[in-house]
């Protein structure tokens, strides 16, 4: 699948669920409101859809939510999808989650044929943990990375870096995720959907971050790339891998190989722009996948060239208001 800009779309977000576990601030509301179940697809419309992905060129799938691991029978899709690892054009299916569950799970992700997850941790003070994400627990999460370390899954910690918040602890989170041999991306708040706080108070531009960490630190630019949007550089006192995901202060379109798909079967061509498709119509209205197909080369034929974030200073409004929990980090 190539885009109008010439960009080949390898990779697919898929968000299983737009529940979660936790209320992050910067995420969503304390009351959210979440989608009716009836709207949601179910694990065999989501297996569908994925290797319909899959069939037109897709090679890799990243589960993602709300928190994928709270959807029930979540592994069912795990094992469907790892079986056709290596037999199609899939190579790699991964993960993007709280962490909360992965104690229970990480064995079994890794028998699906998950190699690598991607865990959010903005904190490891309990204080602040219970602070960022209202309901969460730190000791759960730890357990479930050392779970998933164990279990043998590559392991990347994903920070929002958050001004006042975590901004004093983001070089400790460095060196403990590098001594534990993880690499570690920050990522800067997105202007994504309502919430209670103030975002210009959360905003902290990731350059800030950078120019603080290169003082104490012999950061070198790194070519390794995972698929996504990150640009890392190797950090030569920890010989670890430090990412950097900056929508606001970078634009990384240029070369965005994925698009997203929600839970009720909407594919966003881009994170930051409203234009969706409907594929859970062309899904259910027939068995065979033709005009499924159909569908997913027209939406692709409308990819937009980018994203245009800006948060709103006067308004302090998001920039969308669908948050991330909708469409998956
Ligand atoms: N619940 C899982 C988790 O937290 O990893 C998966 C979904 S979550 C939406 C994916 C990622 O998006 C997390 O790393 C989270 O920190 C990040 N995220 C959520 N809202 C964001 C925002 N407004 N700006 C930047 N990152 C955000
Ligand atoms: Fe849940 Fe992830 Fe959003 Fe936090 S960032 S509320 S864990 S979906």
């Known amino acids: 699948m190539i885009d109008p800009f010439g960009r080949q779309i390898s990779y697919v977000r898929i968000s299983v669920t737009d529940r979660c576990d ?3 601030v910067y995420c969503m509301p304390e009351h959210m409101t979440f989608l009716p179940k009836a709207d949601v697809l179910t ?3 989501l297996e ?4 319909a992905f899959v069939h037109k060129g897709v090679e890799r799938l990243r589960i993602t939510g709300g928190e994928p691991l709270v959807r029930r029978d979540v592994m069912k899709l795990f094992n469907a999808l790892g079986s ?3 037999k199609s054009n899939l190579k790699e299916v991964t993960l993007t ?3 909360s569950q992965l104690e229970r799970f990480a064995r079994d992700l890794a028998s699906a044929g998950v190699k690598r ?3 959010s941790l903005d904190t490891r003070d309990e204080e602040t943990f219970r602070a960022i994400t209202r309901w969460g627990d730190l000791n759960k999460v730890l357990d479930g990375i050392d779970a998933a370390d164990a279990a043998g899954l590559a392991i990347k910690i994903n920070t929002v870096a958050l001004k006042g918040v975590n901004e004093d602890e983001i ?3 460095m060196l403990w995720a590098h001594s534990r041999g993880f690499d570690h991306t920050l990522i800067e708040t997105m202007p994504l959907g309502e919430i209670d706080g103030d975002r210009i108070d959360q905003y902290l531009p990731l350059s800030i971050v ?3 960490l290169s003082r104490k630190y012999s950061l070198h630019e790194s070519a390794h790339r995972t698929g996504g949007p990150a640009r890392y550089v190797s950090v030569a006192e920890t010989s670890g891998r430090l990412g950097f995901i900056t929508p606001l202060t970078h634009n990384f379109c240029e070369s965005c190989n994925r698009v997203r798909l929600t839970c009720t079967g909407t594919l966003y061509m881009c994170l930051g722009q409203n234009d969706s498709t409907d594929l859970r119509k062309a899904l259910r209205s027939s068995p065979n996948d033709a005009l499924l197909d159909n569908a997913i080369d027209e939406a692709i034929l409308r990819k937009p060239k980018g994203h245009d974030f800006i948060i709103d200073r006067r308004h302090n409004s998001p920039a969308l208001t669908r948050p991330m929990s909708v469409t998956g980090g």
Do not use: K, P, W, Y
């Open 22 to 24: 936790f209320r992050c």
């Open 97 to 99: 989650t709280n962490g």
């Open 43 to 45: 694990l065999e419309e």
């Open 210 to 212: 950078r120019a603080h």
């Open 48 to 51: 569908r859809l994925s290797m």
């Open 117 to 119: 997850v991607n865990v």
């Open 84 to 86: 056709q690892i290596g």
């Open 171 to 173: 070089e400790d989170l």
